[in-house]
C-alpha cells in the first residue's frame, strides 16, 4: 500500500462516487421533500394508513394496524344528517396513524400550518384513536400566481369530539370501506406485480385515466407503482368499474367474467367462511366449474358471497376505492 | 461438512473451502431460481396450472423466482470468483478462509430465511428490495460486509505491487454494493414515504444491477479470458476507462425507471442523458476483451469456460444498446412497463451475466478441486441448453413487449393485448423450462466432476489437461 497510485486512486474514488451520490440522492430530495399534499394525497394516506408493507405491528401482513375509511351520513354526536355526506377516516385506539400527523412536515407547505392551527392533528393520539377529515381551507393559498383553496387534514375528535367507536356505531357496514386493510392485500397478494399504479404521460391516460400528480403519495408506502404491466393500470379503476358484484366474481375466477384473462383465482382469500358463516366447498365448485368448462353443465356454479371480515372484502374495498 | 470447518483452525482449513462451497450453493440455487421462474412462466401461459393455494399462486412466487436468482445464483457465484480469483492475483491466500465458510453458512440460512418469509407474503412491497428491513439488515451483517472485509483484507495483504483490473472491480463493487444496501433501503429503517420511496426503491434497483452485477460480471471476464488463453489483456487503460465510467455513469441514472412519475424533471432529463452514456464503459468493456481473443479465437469453439465468458461479453452488446436507449424519453414511452423490460432484465441476468458466472463457477471449482471437468458432453448441453432456452425466452418476450407497447400508444382493449401475447408466453414458459433443464444437468456434471473428474497434476491449469468424456 505504499503505491501513491493508490491513495490517489482512493480519492478519486470517493469524489466519483460521492458526486454522483450527492446529484442522485440529496438534490432530488430537496425538490421531493417540497411537495405539497394534494387533496388525493391526504386521502390516500388517510385512507391507507401507516404503512401496507411489513411492520413490527403486522408483520405476516394480515392487514391489522389499518384505519377505516367511512362515509358519514349524519353526526355521530348530534346525529343531525351532513348533507352532502363526508368521509370520515377512522383510527381505532391503539393504530398507528397516519405519516402526515405523526411528521406533518409530510403535508407540505401551507397544508402543514393548516392541520396544525386549523385542524389540530398534533392533539391525535395513538392509544386513544382518532377520527380525521379532509377540510378546504376559506381563504386561498397562491401558488404561480394562481390562488386555489388548499385541502388540509382536520382532527374531527379535538375539533367536534367524534371517537372512533361513536362514528363506527353511527355507519352501516356498507359505508364502511376497508380500504387500508386492502392495501395490506394488494402488497402481500403482489397484485403488483402485474396491475400498475401509475398510468403513463403518454396516450396511455387516456384509457386508464390521468397520470398522478406531484402531490398526491405523500406518506404512501410502499407506493407500490409495479413496474411490469401484464394487466391494466388500476390507479383508477373505481371510476371505470365500482362494482362489487363484478369484483366478486372476478377475484373468485376470473375467466367466469373474462374467458381470456391470465390473473389467479384468488379463491383463497374468501378463507373458510361464507357470509351466512356456512363453509365454503371449494373441491365442489372447482369440480362443478371443471364440468361446467367441459360443457356439462349450462351455468357455472355460484361464487359464494364473501363474510364481512373476509380478506377478498379487505381487496374489494380497496381496488373500488381506487377513484 | 460445511460444520466441520466452521468450528476448524482457519489454518487447518484446505485452501479454497469456501469458494467451493459457494460454487456448489450458487448452482443449487440457480436450479431452484430457475425452477421458481420455469414454474411463474407456465402460470402466465396457463392460469389455471396449479391453482387456489396460496402458497402457489403467482404474486407470492415471482418475487422469490428473482431474489433467488439475485441473491442466491449471481451474488453466490460471484462470492465464489471473488473467494478464488482474488488470492490468485494477489499471489497470496484468501485472509480467511474461516470467515469465507461462516459466510457462506450465514448467506445461505439468511436467504433460505428471507426468501421463506417473501414466499409467505412478508415482503415490504418494493419491488428488488423487497424484504422487510430487519432482514436486509441480517444481509448487510451477515453477506456483504463479511464478503466486503474478505476481499478487501485479501488485496491489502496481496504479495504482488499491483493490483490487476478484476480486484478493483472486486473490491469497489463489493464496497458499493454495502453502500446501495444500507442507503436503498432508508426507506424501511426510517419510513420514508411517498415519491422519496418510490425513487428510493428504484435507485436501489438501478445501483444493486449497475454496482454490483455488471461490474463484477465483467471482472470475471478479466480474469478468464487472459488467464485461459495466455494473452494479456488487451489494454490496461481501456480497463482504467471501463471502471472509471462505471462509477461516474452507472451511479446516476436510477430516475430513468420512474420516467413516467412525477419526479423533478431535471432529474428525469439528466438520469435519460446519464443513461445513454452507459454506452461508454459497455463499448470499452467488450472491446477490451474481445480484442485480448486475438490469436486463440480456436478456443472459442474448444473451450467451454471461454465459450461461456465471450458469449456473455457478445451478449452485453445487445444488453447495453437496449440499456442505452431504452430509458430516452422517445424510447421509453412506448416499451416501459411492457415485456420488452422483462427481456431485457433477462438479457442482463441470464445472459450477460450468467454465462461469465457460469465460467467462473466451471473454471473455479475445477481449478479448486484439482479435478478435470467429468462431461463435455454434459457441459455442451449445458451451453446449448442455456443458450437456446434463454434466447426463446428473449426474443418471445421482446415481441411480447412490442405487442404490449403498439397496444399501449393504440388504445387497445388490455385483453386483446393478452390475446395476442398468449403464444409468447408459452414459448417463454419452454425457454424458461429449457434453461431449468440445463441448471439440472450442470449440477450433476459439477457433482460428478467433484467424485470422479481426471485428478489435473499440480501447477497444471484444468484447460490444459484433455476432455475426456
Partial sequence: MKFREYKIGSRMF???????????????SFDLAASVSSEVGLDKQLAIGWDSGWQLSDPTLLGLNKPLKILVKKDPKSGKPIEPAIYAYVYPAGTSLPNGVIHTANLGHGVEELSIKDGRITEAQKKDGAVFIIKHSDHLETFEGKGHPLAYVENATATMGWTPDDVIKAAADTDILHAGSGKTMFVREGCWWCH????????????????????????????????????????????????????????????????????PRFDYLWGKVDAKGDKIDFAKWRKEYDEYREGQRTTPPDVPMYAKDSEIRNLIDFVVNLK | MILKYLFAKNKDIPVGSSAIYF?????????????????????????DFVTGTEMFAFGHMRQVHVLA??????????????MYITPILGNTRLWSEKLGMWNCFMWNIALSLGLTLMWMGVTSGREYSDFPWPIDLAV???????????????????????????????????????????????????????????????????????????????????YVIPKVTGNPLYSHRIG????????????????????????????????????????????AFVSNILLTMQGKWNMFVENLEIRFTVVGVLLAIPLNMQ???QQTRSINWYIHGTGWMVAHAHLALLGFSTFLEAAAVYLGLQTLMK????????????????????????????????????????EVPYIDVVIAEHPYMIARWLGGSMVFSSTLIWLYNMWMTAREGTIIPSGRMPHELAYER
Fill in chain 1, 14 to 28: 470517493g469524489l466519483a462516487f460521492g458526486l454522483s451520490m450527492t446529484i442522485t440522492l440529496l438534490f432530488p
Fill in chain 1, 196 to 263: 400498475t399504479l401509475l398510468p403513463e404521460q403518454t396516450q396511455d391516460w387516456q384509457v386508464f385515466g390521468a397520470p398522478p400528480m406531484l402531490g398526491d403519495f405523500n406518506g404512501m408506502s410502499p407506493t407500490s407503482f409495479g413496474s411490469d404491466r401484464k394487466g391494466p393500470d388500476l390507479l383508477h379503476v373505481g371510476s371505470r368499474n365500482a362494482s362489487r358484484e363484478w369484483m366478486m366474481l372476478h377475484f373468485f375466477n376470473p375467466r367466469l367474467v373474462q374467458p381470456h384473462s391470465i390473473m
Fill in chain 2, 23 to 47: 460454487g456448489f450453493s450458487s448452482i443449487l440455487w440457480f436450479v431452484i431460481g430457475t425452477g421458481l421462474g420455469s414454474f411463474n412462466a407456465a402460470k402466465l401461459a396457463f392460469p
Fill in chain 2, 69 to 82: 436468482v439475485i441473491f442466491g445464483w449471481i451474488s453466490m457465484a460471484f462470492a465464489m470468483a471473488m
Fill in chain 2, 140 to 222: 448487510a451483517a451477515f453477506v456483504s460486509i463479511p464478503l466486503a472485509v474478505n476481499v478487501w483484507m485479501t488485496i491489502l495483504t496481496r504479495r504482488t505491487q499491483g493490483i490487476y483490473t478484476t480486484n478493483w472491480f472486486f473490491a469497489a463493487a463489493t464496497f458499493m454494493l454495502i453502500i446501495v444496501f444500507l442507503v436503498g433501503n432508508l426507506p424501511e429503517y426510517f419510513h420514508l414515504t411517498g415519491l422519496t420511496e418510490a425513487y428510493m426503491t428504484w435507485w436501489f434497483a438501478h445501483n444493486v444491477l449497475g454496482l454490483w452485477i455488471t461490474p463484477v460480471a465483467a471482472a470475471i471476464a478479466y
Fill in chain 2, 240 to 283: 482504467h476507462l471501463h471502471f472509471w465510467s462505471i462509477v461516474v455513469f452507472y451511479s446516476t441514472p436510477a430516475a430513468h425507471h420512474l420516467m413516467s412519475a412525477p419526479l423533478p424533471e431535471w432529474l428525469k432529463s439528466f438520469a435519460s442523458v446519464e443513461g445513454v452514456l452507459i454506452l461508454v464503459p459497455a463499448i
Fill in chain 2, 323 to 325: 440499456g442505452g436507449f
Fill in chain 2, 371 to 410: 479435478r478435470k471437468l467429468y462431461s463435455l458432453t454434459l457441459g455442451n448441453l449445458h451451453f446449448w441448453l442455456l443458450l437456446i432456452g434463454f434466447s426463446t425466452y428473449w426474443i418471445s418476450m421482446t415481441i411480447a413487449g412490442l405487442i404490449q407497447g403498439a397496444g399501449k400508444i393504440y
